[in-house]
């Protein structure tokens, strides 16, 4: 199963070379993944029940998907992030680069890293028309999506994972983890603006300007929307903490509501059937969510073995130190979902030892949610921006992966001097 997961990775690694699809190569992993599960645990009648426990949580992540690209791709075909972008344009790449930095940060913990990546993604669409250009801006969308998502409980399914179990507070998590995500974001908006100098092409800001001024910058609805449909995401939290039920199950009542609204808007009207849910369902990009659905479905399996558990295990075996096997949880979670290895976190560490709010539950939460940017298939986050914009491992790798990990380190420790002088 390890040599599977191995060469299925690097296939994805090296997708351009190739020319293979990573949709392809995800889904063929994760069905010989859970066939070599099945054949190596032979006689046990929970098989089934296994699969399908996995899946529906998979299943969870991917209509939350869905729903958050099709709102998304309702207000961006109204042209209503145009209400935005007329107030961040700038032609300074570094004034952007700050600009959607810290945007993407907070936005992220009031909805989610995910959410605000792919709104984010598509908002840079519209101000970044070089596609080089964008792919720095999209890595640092990533870095400072999973550092805005890391210090909220409704930021990053990793921390929603530990405030829902108990491990910790709301105003707890807040108060620690909220100086630390923010000298990660700084500290890499910092080394990339050293790098990224310039300012954007005069000649294609005329021209996309002149484009959205023939086109008068919206579509009949534009305004209401780009409310409605921002409504429908912040909606997603707070129906969760109203109603308990998961997080996709928000995000589809918003897609309806957002169906009905385009529906009654543009019913009428036969020239305006681009404007409506059937036809944006056909422009979603369907490859990255089977992608996605293909990766997690692969880690399932990895955690169904038992592979992941082992490896938990091993570090705090072999490490002891609860800094030391945050810090190394935070680093795998750049090649493996963060999900199931905070999971197993939480199965080996119970909270007789380790109680609400230790260090070892929040630097998990920092670790585990950061840790990710280092790798773009290292967090959902990073997933949603290389299926949006055809983003190859190695070109993240080149731009990005260094100044993620040394913004990781800084927020790291900021948060173990912070606690220093409180202590």
């Known amino acids: ?57 998979v299943s969870e992540i991917v209509f939350f998907l869905l729903g958050a690209m099709t709102i998304v791709e309702l207000v961006d075909s109204h042209k209503g992030f145009a209400v935005i972008t007329r107030f961040i344009q700038t032609r300074s790449k570094r004034k952007m680069l700050w600009i959607v930095g810290f945007l993407t ?28 250009d964008r792919l720095v801006f999209g890595s640092m969308v990533v870095i400072a999506s999973n550092a805005g998502g890391a210090w909220t409980p409704i930021g990053d399914v990793t921390t929603t994972m530990l405030w829902i179990n108990g491990q910790v507070t709301t105003f707890s998590i807040i108060k620690s983890l909220f100086i630390p995500s923010l000298v990660c974001l700084c500290v890499a908006l910092g080394l990339q603006s050293f790098f990224f100098k310039g300012v954007l092409s005069p000649a294609v800001q005329g021209k996309d300007e002149m484009a959205l001024s023939s086109k008068k910058e919206k579509e009949p609805g534009a305004l209401l929307i780009f409310i409605v449909g921002m409504a429908a995401l912040i909606f997603v939290p707070i129906f969760k903490a109203l109603t308990h039920l998961p997080p996709f199950m928000g995000m589809l009542v918003g897609m309806g509501i957002m169906w009905l609204v385009t529906d009654l808007i543009h019913s009428k009207y036969h020239n305006r059937s681009h404007l409506r849910v059937p036809y ?79 260090t070892l539950w929040e630097l998990i939460a920092y670790c585990a949610g950061t840790g990710g940017s280092i790798l773009i298939i290292g967090s959902a986050a990073g997933v949603a921006f290389m299926g949006m914009e055809n983003v190859s491992f190695i070109s993240y790798f080149k731009k990005a992966s260094l100044i993620a990990t040394i913004s990781y380190f800084a927020g790291i420790i900021t948060y173990l001097a912070t606690n220093a002088l409180l202590a």
Request: with cysteine; aromatic share 8%; glycine share 6%.
């Open 105 to 132: 940060f907070f936005l992220s913990s009031l909805l989610d890293n995910l959410t605000t990546t792919i709104l984010m993604v598509s908002i840079l669409r519209k101000l970044i028309p070089e596609s080089k």
């Open 1 to 57: 199963m390890v040599g599977i997961f191995l060469l299925g990775y690097v296939a994805i690694i090296f997708e351009h070379t190739l020319k293979i699809n990573k949709a392809g190569v995800a889904l063929l992993m994760a069905a010989l993944c859970w066939m070599f599960y099945f054949i190596s645990h032979q006689g046990d009648v929970s098989l089934t029940s296994t699969l399908g426990s996995h899946l529906s949580s």
């Open 280 to 358: 944006i369902l056909s422009r979603i990009d369907t490859s990255s969510v089977l992608f996605f659905l293909g990766i997690l479905l692969t880690i399932n399996a990895l955690e169904a073995h038992g592979l992941l558990e082992k490896v938990a295990y091993l570090l705090d075996k072999h490490i002891g130190n609860v800094g030391v096997i945050a810090t190394t949880i935070g680093l795998a979670s750049a090649v493996i979902d963060n999900v199931p290895l905070v999971a197993a976190a939480m199965g080996m560490y119970d909270l007789a030892s380790y109680p609400t709010n230790d």
